[in-house]
């Protein structure tokens, strides 16, 4: 796999300043220099790496720096084989075309905001260190439009999908990627049928599994697994997270929000996966008690 120059990481990486000098006393912005300085590593990339790349030799790059990351910790948390066992069993085909994603003004806000800083900072666990080596070809897209939720938390929401459906790389049977939280953020309680893993890749977060649970801090190269149908939350403090995600198992489309109202009852909103890969709202109906025991928050 073609890696950028030295040079190339320099001049991404110099975006952390907040403003960059250039010859003839230019002066540009840290947002407007990130993407510029994307914008040219791409083009970099695509013209060492060719139209295609070698998908074969692609997955055993991404299978071993999973590998390599994860089994030290598999004594502890056995589960995070089936990890490393999903994806070295899944079938992937040629990436599919995104150049278009990383044109001037499709970056969000956010990433063009926070991932320079998050890079400075970032794990060198082998899993970092690979999905660095593709920032400049994923697209980056908010998880959540529109007008059903406030604008602040739609643009504090950000992914990227290396590995899946709608990733760079692309299989059926299982999802990789990137999760940006903006700072001051929370992910409300949720479920989905997907087994989970978040492994923090800088920042920090905060995630609680149940309604009455107590928050657990993760902070750089903390994981965190959630069982299918877990309910969950996410929330981040004064400075942003940037984790690593995997989905296995059961990828149904659904992601179910839990929510108390006023009266102390508990209904759930079903958002349903779009073909972009953002989210859209449904419909909402009562929270059962058969629910809550499968959620295991009885």
């Known amino acids: 796999m073609f890696l950028p120059s030295a040079a190339a990481r320099e001049l991404t990486l110099s975006t952390k300043r907040s403003v960059i000098n250039y010859p003839l006393n230019l002066k540009i912005s840290k947002p407007s220099a990130y993407r510029f300085c994307c914008f040219v590593w791409f083009v970099l990339v695509l013209i060492n790496r060719g139209k295609y790349v070698n998908t074969v030799e692609v997955k055993a790059e991404i299978l071993a720096a999973l590998r390599e990351t994860l089994s030290p910790r598999l004594h502890s948390t056995p589960v995070l084989r089936s990890f490393i066992d999903d994806f070295a069993a899944c079938e992937i085909t040629r990436p599919k075309v995104q150049a278009q994603a990383h044109a001037h003004g499709d970056l969000p806000d956010a990433v063009a905001e926070y991932l320079p800083d998050l890079m400075a900072t970032m794990s060198v666990q082998p899993l970092?260190?690979?999905?660095?080596?593709?920032?400049?070809?994923?697209?980056?897209?908010q998880i959540f439009r529109g007008n059903s939720t406030a604008s602040a938390f739609n643009q504090g929401l950000v992914a990227a999908q290396l590995v899946g459906g709608n990733g760079l790389l692309h299989t059926e049977t299982l999802y990789l990627g990137l999760f940006l939280l903006a700072p001051n953020i929370t992910y409300p309680l949720h479920q989905h049928a997907a087994t989970e893993l978040y492994y923090v890749l800088s920042g920090s977060v905060a995630?609680?599994?149940?309604?009455?649970?107590?928050?657990?801090?993760?902070?750089?190269?903390?994981?965190?697994?959630?069982?299918?149908h877990q309910v969950h939350e996410l929330k981040t403090?004064?400075?942003?997270?940037?984790?690593?995600?995997v989905w296995t198992d059961d990828l149904t489309p659904q992601n179910w929000w839990w929510e108390q109202l006023g009266d102390g009852t508990w209904t759930r909103i079903c958002w349903a996966r779009t073909p972009a890969g953002d989210w859209s709202m449904l419909r909402r109906e009562a929270l059962s008690d058969a629910e809550i025991s499968r959620a295991g928050d009885t």
């Not at 995630?207 to 299918?228: C, K, N, Q, Y």
């Open 207 to 228: 995630i609680r599994h149940g309604r009455f649970a107590e928050a657990r801090h993760l902070g750089r190269d903390d994981f965190s697994v959630t069982a299918p």
């Open 128 to 141: 970092a260190q690979m999905f660095k080596s593709y920032f400049p070809q994923i697209s980056w897209y």
């Open 237 to 245: 403090d004064k400075q942003p997270c940037l984790m690593a995600y």
